[in-house]
């Protein structure tokens, strides 16, 4: 049994893990203004945007895959400037992963920190804003430490649902090994050529994981006694 | 001295009205806002507060925080607000929340001592009782020094003897800082211990406004009792009639001639006086 867990290549493992980090960390920073805006806004465009951050969560992968495979392919004006001008190819790569993962997975930080800031005390915000205080400092000072539940589900989820994605990463990445080849990616050749121990571990270490994050997160605002998670 | 004029459109809860008011407020006074629910007291205080916007001019001392060109942010306006539901940093301890307004170790400890707080410095917001939270409130917003203290119903949720407490930290807090206060409240008492003038607003306008005392004791004429109260019911005993009137959180029973019952009304608001001439006071 220990032969076999050494045998294995755990190199999808870490390109999973990778990509959900780097992931996490620009949706992280991206969404933070995004969602504050949505959640204090009385904009008619409200709407508008909260059903475009939504889009990901209905569509089809291949669908999601599809568009932002031909936006960065060299056939559309953003491939061609990025090879062109700077030289750098956004598909079958790693940096492309990045990008599509961000799409994919925007949904899953936006609407936690949307609704964690929704539910703060409007006159909280007002007091810090009262006391001197910036927008910017009422953020980090006042909304972001009382949203903690809201803050931790956005994170996890989203690294979470990262590291689970299949469709999309198989679009835009291929299947290069130590490039763009995730676990999950990894399993489906894997039941393809009919190695069925090797998938069997991958997906069992997939499994096991996935519960366990899931376990954090549901212990961790049960105890904070408040569930931030998609309205 | 601070001038006060402003005009907004207001969408009531029933219809549409105008909050267009017109004062000024010498500096120090302690000013009680007082009326119907939805009346525009609040807006009024949100807007000096620079919380919402409106057309019209705020002049405080020599500084303009509003006019047709200049609307002065709400956080480089000098106020305090005490909020009904305290509004606490639930995130960060009493201490905390005072000197997240400004790092004045002096100050702060001085304000926990006189609200009588220093004990429970360390504790979280979420554990204290609503009179301490509101005491912490209270502190916070004298952080600042502010010119303006604005308190939007500060005391409706504490029970009696806590409100009594805290009146009497207002007052001292007042009389030490001097600084311009205006209260919303329901509570005739608390106006009376409080303030030394009284605004009533009425669907957005300024109906009465006087010295507490001129606003508050309705007495007509000699009469020295005048009360105003909701007529309960009217019982027939024997040849008398009794009219059964709720006056506050008081029932009485009057004494009303025949001719009387004809003109009043159940649910009529009605006015109950006499002259005392020597009224018994026992504790």
Redesign the interface.
């Given at each position: 049994m220990i032969d076999i867990l050494n045998s294995i290549n755990y190199t999808p493992f870490l390109l999973s893990f990778k990509l959900a980090g780097i992931t996490t960390l620009i949706l992280f920073i991206l969404c933070l203004p995004l969602a504050w805006y949505l959640s204090q806004t009385t904009s008619k465009s409200k709407p508008f945007l909260e059903a475009i951050t939504a889009l990901p969560i209905v569509l089809p992968p291949s669908v999601i895959g599809f568009y932002i495979l031909y936006a960065l392919s060299y056939n559309s004006p953003i491939g061609a400037f990025f090879k062109e001008t700077l030289g750098i190819d956004l598909i079958f790569n790693f940096t492309g992963l990045v990008i599509a993962s961000c799409f994919y997975s925007l949904p899953f930080m936006v609407q936690p920190l949307q609704s964690g800031f929704e539910s703060l005390?409007k006159?909280?915000l007002?007091?810090?804003?009262?006391?001197?205080?910036?927008r910017f400092t009422t953020v980090l000072?006042?909304a972001l430490?009382?949203i903690k539940p809201a803050l931790m589900t956005a994170i996890i989820v989203t690294f979470a649902h990262t590291v689970g994605e299949f469709g999309v990463v198989l679009m835009i990445g291929g299947s290069i090994p130590d490039e763009t080849k995730v676990a999950s990616v990894a399993i489906y050749e894997m039941v393809e050529i009919m190695d069925y121990t090797s998938a069997h571990i991958y997906s069992g270490i997939m499994l096991v994981m996935s519960f366990l994050v899931l376990l954090g997160v549901y212990t961790f605002n049960q105890k904070q006694k408040f569930s931030g998670f998609i309205k | 001295m601070i001038h006060i004029a402003i005009n907004k459109k207001l969408h009531g809860a029933s219809a549409d009205m105008q909050l267009d008011v017109n004062f000024e407020i010498k500096d120090g006074d302690f000013v009680a806002l007082s009326g119907k629910s939805g009346s525009g007291k609040t807006t009024l205080l949100r807007i000096l507060a620079g919380l919402e916007e409106a057309n019209g001019i705020i002049h405080v001392e020599e500084e303009i925080w509003l006019d047709n060109n200049i609307c002065k942010a709400v956080q480089k306006r000098e106020i305090g607000f005490v909020f009904q539901d305290y509004a606490l940093f639930d995130n960060m301890s009493v201490l905390q929340n005072l000197l997240y307004v400004k790092k004045d170790l002096v100050l702060a400890n001085h304000l926990l001592h006189v609200t009588e707080l220093t004990e429970l410095k360390d504790r979280s917001p979420s554990t204290l009782s609503g009179g301490q939270k509101q005491r912490v409130a209270l502190c916070r917003a004298m952080m600042k020094r502010p010119k303006i203290l604005l308190l939007d119903e500060p005391l409706s949720a504490l029970d009696p003897v806590m409100r009594s407490k805290l009146q009497n930290e207002i007052i001292a807090l007042h009389k030490e800082f001097k600084t311009t206060t205006i209260m919303v409240s329901h509570d005739p008492s608390e106006i009376y211990r409080l303030s030394n003038r009284v605004l009533v607003l009425e669907d957005g306008k300024i109906i009465n406004d006087g010295s507490t005392k001129d606003v508050l004791l309705r007495t007509k004429g000699s009469q020295k009792f005048s009360f105003e109260g909701e007529l309960l019911e009217i019982k027939k005993v024997d040849v008398i009639f009794i009219a059964i009137i709720a006056i506050g959180q008081q029932l009485v029973e009057v004494v009303v001639g025949e001719d009387e019952t004809k003109n009043l009304n159940i649910g009529d608001v009605v006015n109950v006086s006499t002259k005392a001439f020597s009224p018994t006071i026992t504790q």
């Amino acid at each position: 049994m220990i032969d076999i867990l050494n045998s294995i290549n755990y190199t999808p493992f870490l390109l999973s893990f990778k990509l959900a980090g780097i992931t996490t960390l620009i949706l992280f920073i991206l969404c933070l203004p995004l969602a504050w805006y949505l959640s204090q806004t009385t904009s008619k465009s409200k709407p508008f945007l909260e059903a475009i951050t939504a889009l990901p969560i209905v569509l089809p992968p291949s669908v999601i895959g599809f568009y932002i495979l031909y936006a960065l392919s060299y056939n559309s004006p953003i491939g061609a400037f990025f090879k062109e001008t700077l030289g750098i190819d956004l598909i079958f790569n790693f940096t492309g992963l990045v990008i599509a993962s961000c799409f994919y997975s925007l949904p899953f930080m936006v609407q936690p920190l949307q609704s964690g800031f929704e539910s703060l005390n409007k006159n909280m915000l007002e007091a810090s804003y009262i006391s001197g205080k910036s927008r910017f400092t009422t953020v980090l000072k006042v909304a972001l430490p009382n949203i903690k539940p809201a803050l931790m589900t956005a994170i996890i989820v989203t690294f979470a649902h990262t590291v689970g994605e299949f469709g999309v990463v198989l679009m835009i990445g291929g299947s290069i090994p130590d490039e763009t080849k995730v676990a999950s990616v990894a399993i489906y050749e894997m039941v393809e050529i009919m190695d069925y121990t090797s998938a069997h571990i991958y997906s069992g270490i997939m499994l096991v994981m996935s519960f366990l994050v899931l376990l954090g997160v549901y212990t961790f605002n049960q105890k904070q006694k408040f569930s931030g998670f998609i309205k | 001295m601070i001038h006060i004029a402003i005009n907004k459109k207001l969408h009531g809860a029933s219809a549409d009205m105008q909050l267009d008011v017109n004062f000024e407020i010498k500096d120090g006074d302690f000013v009680a806002l007082s009326g119907k629910s939805g009346s525009g007291k609040t807006t009024l205080l949100r807007i000096l507060a620079g919380l919402e916007e409106a057309n019209g001019i705020i002049h405080v001392e020599e500084e303009i925080w509003l006019d047709n060109n200049i609307c002065k942010a709400v956080q480089k306006r000098e106020i305090g607000f005490v909020f009904q539901d305290y509004a606490l940093f639930d995130n960060m301890s009493v201490l905390q929340n005072l000197l997240y307004v400004k790092k004045d170790l002096v100050l702060a400890n001085h304000l926990l001592h006189v609200t009588e707080l220093t004990e429970l410095k360390d504790r979280s917001p979420s554990t204290l009782s609503g009179g301490q939270k509101q005491r912490v409130a209270l502190c916070r917003a004298m952080m600042k020094r502010p010119k303006i203290l604005l308190l939007d119903e500060p005391l409706s949720a504490l029970d009696p003897v806590m409100r009594s407490k805290l009146q009497n930290e207002i007052i001292a807090l007042h009389k030490e800082f001097k600084t311009t206060t205006i209260m919303v409240s329901h509570d005739p008492s608390e106006i009376y211990r409080l303030s030394n003038r009284v605004l009533v607003l009425e669907d957005g306008k300024i109906i009465n406004d006087g010295s507490t005392k001129d606003v508050l004791l309705r007495t007509k004429g000699s009469q020295k009792f005048s009360f105003e109260g909701e007529l309960l019911e009217i019982k027939k005993v024997d040849v008398i009639f009794i009219a059964i009137i709720a006056i506050g959180q008081q029932l009485v029973e009057v004494v009303v001639g025949e001719d009387e019952t004809k003109n009043l009304n159940i649910g009529d608001v009605v006015n109950v006086s006499t002259k005392a001439f020597s009224p018994t006071i026992t504790q």
